[in-house]
């Protein structure tokens, strides 16, 4: 047989040279166009299933939350392995499905069995959610932004509104973690004496509160044959315009939260975590790929991203890498 290959080979000198020309330029070309990567992807396909479950204790979590979703999805379509892990006030399941099954399609399924199961749930329970399409090989990249005189706030905002939605928007991006800084809230100081003098409960503050902030709409003026669109805008951001929202109403007299409250911006608490760069402190972005994403390729994206962002942010807030 191999005497065979090499008369052939000899023979056809011409044609052989060709093929192997052509294997080699093949060869070349999906060297320099294949995906690279640190370490392969070892997991098969999994879609992680998490529903919050306020005020429960680990075992009724696993008793009226995990187990239900467990049972509904040990019978999907090519379900391999499900595990759970149930802990105070959430539930968080594993859905394993076998090697080569498409990841959207795995998604597709557990979708529609989470459907028919949330109405089998407490109605005190969240809606289970599906969770980033992820692997546990998938973080790419860990960013850091310190400054010199922008407050830990301040970075922490720039995070969560301009920078994470930036980077979420890359393709193949599939989540952003965000780490330190302090959480802007507005807060809502009550005073019992003030509250005891203009007769307010709290449960009619908290009612105030729900409500306020919010535009309405006034319907429709129709004037000299035209129509115009009443509407009124309550919604905003400013501190002064918040204390101005109405608790109550006593003979005609409105009683405002500013008169039995300070309202002011303040850091969210407890403060659950810190994150530093060098030693300083900072605020971390985490991000992960999505499978089958090519690590090199979406690097540069990120790193361009990146690069534009720094133009629009404060001069002393530095990001790296």
Do not use: C
Not at 288 to 297: C, Y
Not at 303 to 315: F, K, M, N, T, W
Request: proline share 4%; charged share 20%.
């Amino acid at each position: 047989m191999l005497n065979k290959i090499i008369q052939f080979s000899l023979n056809n000198r011409l044609v052989v040279l060709v093929l192997s020309v052509l294997l080699m330029l093949a060869g070349v070309y999906t060297a320099t166009n294949m995906e690279v990567d640190v370490f392969p992807d070892l997991n098969a396909p999994t879609v992680v299933v998490m529903t919050e479950a306020t005020g429960m204790a680990p075992e009724e979590v696993e008793r009226l939350v995990t187990f239900p979703v467990e049972t509904a999805l040990n019978g999907a379509t090519d379900v391999r392995r499900v595990r759970s892990s149930s802990t105070t006030g959430f539930s968080i399941v594993w859905v394993e499905f076998d090697w080569g099954t498409d990841i959207y399609r795995a998604r597709q399924v557990v979708s529609e069995k989470l459907a028919v199961v949330k109405d089998a749930l407490p109605s005190n329970v969240g809606n289970p959610t599906l969770g980033p399409q992820s692997s546990i090989l998938g973080e790419l990249m860990i960013i850091g932004l310190t400054a010199d005189t922008t407050s830990l706030q301040d970075l922490r905002t720039l995070a969560d509104w301009t920078i994470r939605p930036r980077l979420l928007s890359t393709g193949g991006v599939a989540q952003v973690a965000v780490m330190g800084g302090e959480i802007k809230e507005y807060q809502i100081l009550l005073n019992p004496e003030k509250m005891r003098h203009y007769d307010i409960a709290l449960d009619e503050v908290i009612a105030a509160v729900k409500d306020m902030n919010r535009n309405a709409s006034g319907g429709v003026l129709y004037e000299y044959g035209n129509e115009y669109i009443i509407r009124g805008a309550l919604s905003t951001t400013h501190v002064s315009e918040l204390a101005k929202s109405v608790v109550k109403t006593v003979n005609g007299v409105p009683i405002l939260l500013e008169h039995i409250a300070d309202v002011k911006t303040g850091n969210k608490s407890p403060k659950l975590g810190t994150a530093s760069s060098n030693g300083k402190a900072a605020v971390l972005l985490t991000v992960t790929k999505q499978p089958a994403t090519g690590t090199l390729e979406l690097t540069d994206k990120l790193d361009r991203s990146l690069a534009e962002l720094q133009e629009s942010l404060p001069p002393d807030v530095k990001v790296s890498t």
